[in-house]
């Protein structure tokens, strides 16, 4: 009897969506480092490059381990269809390529991952596919830059670092009106807090580098959505433009993907506690977290998502120099920029991750010097406020 697994919980499909026992009977996931698989006889052969027959080929595009994975992200996010990717980096590359052409224009939130304004800007553009970015939370900016060639909206919610809250519902109904489609980098909720297909986009993109894997160990990425659309022109870049996720990444995504709603509540549990404790120091200005009631989306948040997130930025008070102290003092922490890691991570935006652009743009982006970034980790959250309290009170 075959299982309808959209009849079951999100941990039974992060458990069990996506394997195939084979003759050994393993338990575990198998993995399958293989670049090419063998055929019956000549005939077989040809139906499965002509694709009259299903099966694999050639692990660029197709792959057992790499499959696991992509059926049980699926399962996850509600999408039809699931392509994983060699990076997130790659997942939005594969998406922009598959969907526009030249002459087409998109419409990208302003507070996006700095190497996606790079790939819009400096390697899009030199294909004819132009770029207006807009204000996340502000509708009438996307709607006032919307042309008639615009194909694509593409927006990150929460925003990195200052967590604010798009309206996926409100924006996917305007790029419906206007014939175009709305993609969602949902990296930061990933589908145990967040569910943008529901909600009423498109596509949704994910760097698995972050929650999905969860312990800092590969580089990879997906993309979900429609049959038609994912396993149609975007798929189409994958076989013939090879950015492919390898079998073992894949083997660890899908283990980490086991474990997403136990160690997502964790993350959501000790950024909570961090957020309002820090609202009792005396050096905090300022705290951007959506489950504070005084964030701007507090509700929108409350709404659209089953919970707050990890990610947690506050301003001090002293500028770089108290910013840099506060990070200097840690001795739990990691001083680096990735996130979605068991491990805290602690980052001074304004120095690193938008370092490149000028004082006057991180002004207008809300990068003050003042601001520092955690991704709130599993360790005990005690020694987390120790750790901060060094800094923040010498
Ligand atoms: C890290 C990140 C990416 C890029 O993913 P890679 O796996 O590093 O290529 C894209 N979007 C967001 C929101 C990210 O945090």
């Known amino acids: 009897m075959t299982i309808n697994w959209n009849e079951l919980g999100f941990n039974t499909r992060a458990v069990r969506v996506g394997q195939v026992r084979s003759q050994e009977g393993e338990h575990s996931e198998a993995l399958f480092p293989t670049s090419s698989f063998v055929f019956d006889n000549a005939a077989q052969a040809a139906a499965r490059f002509a694709q009259t027959e ?43 390529l598959g969907l526009l052409k030249a002459g087409d224009h998109l419409i990208a939130s302003q507070s996006i991952f700095g190497a996606t304004v790079t790939l819009l800007n400096n390697i899009l553009s030199k294909f004819a596919i132009q770029t207006t970015f807009v204000n996340l939370t502000d509708l009438d900016s996307w709607r006032a830059a919307i042309q008639p060639n615009t194909k694509l909206f ?20 305007l790029a419906h009106a ?41 580089i990879g990425g997906a993309i979900v959505g429609s049959e038609r659309l994912v396993g149609g ?56 977290y959506p489950g504070l009631p005084s964030h701007p989306q507090h509700n929108l948040a409350k709404t659209q998502q089953n919970r707050f997130g990890g990610l947690v930025s506050f301003e001090v008070k002293g500028g770089q120099e108290l910013a840099w102290r506060v990070i200097d003092s840690t001795r739990i922490m990691s001083i680096t920029a990735n996130l979605g890691d068991v491990k ?10 938008h370092g490149r652009i000028t ?34 009170n010498p």
């Open 233 to 288: 022109d975007i798929f189409a870049i994958l076989r013939s433009g090879g950015p492919t996720m390898s079998p073992f990444n894949a083997w660890i995504f899908l283990k980490g993907l086991e474990t997403l709603q136990l160690r997502m509540q964790k993350h959501c549990d000790n950024a909570e506690i961090l957020a309002r404790w820090l609202a009792t120091q005396a050096a905090v200005e300022r705290i951007y």
């Open 54 to 96: 299903p099966g694999n080929i050639y692990s660029r595009f197709t792959n057992p381990t790499v499959r696991n994975f992509e059926e049980r992200l699926a399962a996850l996010e509600g999408g039809e269809r699931c392509m994983a990717t060699s990076s997130g980096m790659a997942a939005i590359f594969s998406t922009c």
């Open 178 to 218: 206007h014939h175009c489609l709305l993609v969602v980098d949902n990296c930061f909720c990933t589908p145990a807090l967040q569910r943008p297909l529901s909600l009423g986009a498109d596509i949704v993109i994910h760097s698995a580098t972050k929650y999905l894997d969860g312990q800092g160990r590969c």
């Open 359 to 392: 004082p006057e743009q991180r002004r207008a982006a809300g990068i003050s010097d003042g601001l520092i970034r955690i991704s709130v980790g599993l360790e005990d959250i005690e020694d987390l406020q120790a750790d901060l309290s060094r800094g923040l």
């Open 344 to 353: 805290t991570t602690i980052t001074h935006p304004a120095s690193t991750t």
């Open 154 to 173: 593409f927006l990150e919610t929460p925003s990195n670092p200052l967590t604010e809250i798009a309206d996926i519902r409100a924006l996917a109904e």
